[in-house]
């Protein structure tokens, strides 16, 4: 059992985290596959996820191991094995965020379009969160998670007066298949069920905080799903060519001529949680690798050497590869839409399950064997 | 048997300085004595009353056991050490001698120089005590007895200082503060031996885990009501002989935007100004970097009649708007610095010839813009609102200028997330530094941002982890 976090920390990272990382490129992309139906492969992903953060939170009030502690009776090599495949799945996850990430801060922080070493400086602070652990990222998470839900609200008190929910009518016009393909399409933004799976055993869950953690990813579904709703009803047919909604929405708020672009700050604010929200998985990499390496990522109150080196090295491959694919966001898209998902699907969704199942069992063992003696 | 001289040459021979003076009286009976002290640091006049005066009244051959009563004093210690008495004189006490015997007594009737109790400059309150601590540690530590009547009230000396060998008192209560933490403070300063402490700040340093982090680890205090008012929160006091700051530990950065005031009038008030406290700093940090970004890389950010007027005073400044701003910063630190050491009569006169006729000169000549002068001098404004954060605050405003000159706006929020990331995992004494926001303490909030009525805050905070959790009990 390691005490990195406390429930709470958990239950924000569950409700801003998730929000943060669907709300930049995931509705004009729905849009583009479903068009005023986009809500409904949103809500198929999510009823999906949802199962598998519920199970995955149950078994973390029945066991007080970690994923990898589960699964180290299978032996060493597996477990050495799954820290790999996680930590490459991390850095994975990360990839087309922090594509995103750039091109939302080279549109929105910038009058004219400044060129990638702008954004390079990311990776300094990067390399430090990635070293610091899952403590750091629970201790941001509380910081964070209340400025991006104020960010938010703010956000869309100022846009829902342009609103026009009658674009979202009529629903459930768009093909099934069209639906099914834009679920599978959105699939590589969602990794809630695996970042809740490396949580696991991280924090000391008792009864009731199932509930709780629960609760906090169904507000964050209903959020985005919100979102999604009113992104259409603002945008309508034009919503497939508006990237970046959360810099645009609100443009049209009557005081802004007068006060200026204020909704900027909100949006300011929500990228500084954006930007953790990216971390985490940087974290997550650098926490698999250094259990993969069987080294500590902290030694007392200072960083470990072994957890500075895995940061550098896991920010220094993603630098590497934003710095090769700055130009090719979309292909990069693309490839992660057409073969990316079955990845996610097993990372996010079934290893998840299977890992929750496997939690369960090993309590419901320890229970019989308690019986019997 | 020891003749006086001997012995008056045992500690001569050690304080060979013109400031020791040695008083060499005979009792009626002839018996001789010798008084060794300090000119300056013991009572003179009460040494003859209490001490000369009895002493020669005695009318026959009296030992060391029969001068002892004759003393009036009130603070008398026998020794035979002389090394412990060479200490006792350098810290303002008297060594009195006597012919014929090895021993000694020092009698401690010292009257260092020092100044008055008096309201001190920062930290004011215009409701509530003015009484300031001075430099004297021994009226520091009464004024704080004079508030913490309770027995739990523990004072520990320590001494630190190669040469200066100044004394250093940890205060606490024992049945409310986390024994480790005196404990860890004796242990740290020990560990650390400098020449001189010149001031708290010296110790400040020594009991911080990260000494050289532009962040400190430990609460100042130069008030009594303010630092026992910690003390009963469960904290550690730091008392320092020479300074009048005391130092406080466990620290957690919402102390800095908290005021002594803030407990002596409504709590909506107070809320209202903690609220405002936390928005000046902020401003005051990031509002020169964010004017630099907007007009560099982001020209949406400014209102556009604003935007307008901006345009206008700053058409014909020869200089970016980065370059103009860190000069008007230089500026203005430079004032800031100049106002402070100057004698004050001359400082009145940098004020008014560096507010007004440098800055007035300076605009007319078209080397810098109204805007950026505003900008400034209302971001110096707001860091002042909480005095106590300005080293870290203005080197913060630098730092975030360079940043914003050079990468922009994303810039300013990066290093926003590298001051959040750096700041939620570090701690003093085991108690997180940004606590009670990160991690979110929440009995601690009704204390934090928000301030909670009196009745609302029965008990001490729960991020310091002291033993004692209630501090009001209401009789029904």
New interface residues.
């Given amino acids: 059992m390691n005490d990195s976090l ?1 429930t ?2 958990v239950c924000f990272i569950m409700y801003a985290y998730p929000v943060a990382g669907k709300i930049l490129m995931m509705p004009a992309l729905l849009s583009f596959y479903c068009k005023n139906d986009l809500v409904f492969p949103a809500v198929l992903c999510f009823l999906a996820q949802f199962a598998v953060v519920w199970a995955v939170a149950y078994a973390c009030t029945r066991t007080q191991k970690t994923f990898f502690e589960l699964i180290g009776g299978g032996g060493k090599v597996l477990k050495k094995a799954a820290m790999w495949l996680f930590a490459l799945f991390f850095a994975a996850a990360a990839l087309v965020p922090l594509l995103e990430q750039k091109l939302f ?1 080279q549109e929105i ?3 004219t379009i ?1 060129s990638l070493i ?2 390079l ?2 990776f ?2 990067s390399v ?2 990635g070293s ?1 652990g899952l ?2 990222a ?3 998470a ?3 998670a209340p400025l991006f839900v104020a960010a938010l609200a703010a956000l869309l008190i100022m846009s829902v007066g342009e609103s026009n929910l009658s674009w979202l009518l009529p629903v459930l016009k768009t093909p099934v298949g069209e639906l099914l393909n834009g679920a599978r399409s959105a699939l590589y933004n969602f990794t809630d069920g695996a970042v809740m799976l490396m949580l696991m055993g991280r924090f000391r869950a008792r009864r009731g905080d199932c509930k709780k953690i629960v609760i906090s990813y169904a507000a964050s579904a209903l959020t985005v799903c919100a979102f999604l709703a009113l992104f259409y009803s603002i945008f309508s047919v034009i919503s497939p060519d508006q990237y970046f909604a959360v810099s645009k929405m609100a443009i049209f708020f009557s005081a802004l ?5 204020i909704d ?1 700050i909100a949006a ?1 604010a929500m ?2 949680c954006m ?2 929200a990216l971390l985490l998985y940087v974290q997550l990499c650098v926490t698999c690798v250094c259990e993969a390496l069987g080294k500590e990522q902290t030694a007392g ?1 200072n960083v470990s050497p072994a957890s500075a080196a895995a940061s550098v090295a896991v920010n220094v491959l993603l630098a590497a590869l934003v710095v090769a694919f700055n130009e090719m966001y979309l292909p990069v898209q693309q490839f992660y839409r057409m073969y990316m998902w079955a990845a996610f699907a097993l990372f996010s969704f079934i290893l998840p399950a299977a890992g929750a199942a496997a939690a369960l069992l090993r309590g419901m063992k320890g229970k019989e064997a308690g019986r019997e003696k | 048997m020891c003749s006086l001289e001997k012995n008056i040459e045992r500690i001569k021979g050690v304080l060979v300085s013109e400031d020791v003076i040695t008083y060499e009286f005979s009792s009626a009976a002839g018996k001789r004595f010798a008084l060794i002290y300090v000119d300056g640091l013991a009572e003179k006049a009460q040494l003859g009353e209490l001490v000369v005066k009895p002493l020669a009244a005695v009318a026959k051959d009296a030992s060391l056991s029969d001068v002892r009563p004759v003393l009036a004093s009130p603070e008398v210690k026998e020794g035979s050490d002389y090394d412990m008495a060479v200490k006792e004189i350098s810290y303002g006490g008297a060594a009195l001698l006597v012919d014929g015997e090895s021993g000694f007594f020092i009698i401690g009737l010292t009257k260092p120089p020092g100044r008055a109790v008096a309201e001190p400059p920062t930290q004011i309150a215009v409701k509530g005590p003015r009484e300031g601590f001075t430099e004297d540690i021994k009226v520091n530590c009464a004024l704080v007895r004079k508030r913490l009547k309770t027995p739990s009230l523990r004072m520990e000396t320590v001494r630190c200082g190669r040469r200066s060998d100044t004394a250093v008192t940890i205060c606490y209560l024992s049945d409310v503060c986390d024994p480790s933490v005196p404990e860890k403070v004796k242990e740290r300063i020990a560990a650390n031996q400098i020449d001189i402490v010149a001031d708290s700040s010296y110790i400040g340093r020594f009991i911080s ?1 990260r000494p050289r982090s532009l962040f400190k680890r430990c609460a100042t205090a130069e008030k009594p009501d303010i630092f026992c008012a910690k003390l009963c929160e469960g904290r550690a006091g730091i008392i320092v002989d020479g300074s009048p700051i005391a130092l406080t530990v466990p620290y957690m950065l919402a102390e800095d935007f908290q005021s002594s005031e803030d407990y002596f009038i409504s709590s909506y008030r107070a809320t209202i100004l903690r609220v405002l406290r936390v928005i000046a700093v902020i401003v005051g940090i990031f509002l020169p970097a964010t004017y630099v970004a907007a007009q560099l ?8 009649r ?2 307008i007027n901006i345009s206008s005073s700053v058409s014909g400044i020869p200089l970016s708007p980065s370059v103009e701003m860190f000069l008007t910063l230089f500026v203005l630190e430079v004032l800031n610095e100049a106002s402070i050491r100057m004698p004050k009569y001359v400082g009145l006169a940098i004020s008014v010839v560096g507010a007004l006729v440098l800055g007035e000169t300076a605009v007319s000549a078209g080397i810098i813009s109204t805007p950026a002068i505003i900008i400034v001098a209302f971001s110096a404004i707001c860091l002042y609102v909480v005095p106590d954060l300005m080293e870290t605050t203005a080197t913060l405003r630098w730092i975030n200028l360079i940043i914003a000159g050079s ?5 300013i ?2 290093f ?3 001051i ?3 700041l ?2 570090e ?1 003093a004494y085991g108690v ?1 530094l ?1 606590a009670p ?4 303490i929440s009995r601690d909030l009704k204390d934090g941002m928000f301030k909670a009525d009196m009745f609302n805050l029965p008990l001490r905070p729960e991020a310091l982890g002291g033993k004692n959790k209630v501090r009001l009990r209401k009789k029904k």
């Fill in positions: 406390c709470r920390q801060v922080f910038y009058d400044p702008i954004f400086p990311f300094i602070l430090y969160v610091k403590r750091n629970g201790r941001t509380d910081i964070a001529s007068l006060v200026g672009r900027l300011y990228e500084a930007l953790f109150r | 885990s890389f982001k020209l949406q950010l400014i209102p556009f604003l935007l990468v922009g706006t994303f810039g929020v990066l926003a997330c590298f959040i990331s750096y939620v995992t701690q997180p940004t926001f990160a991690p979110m």
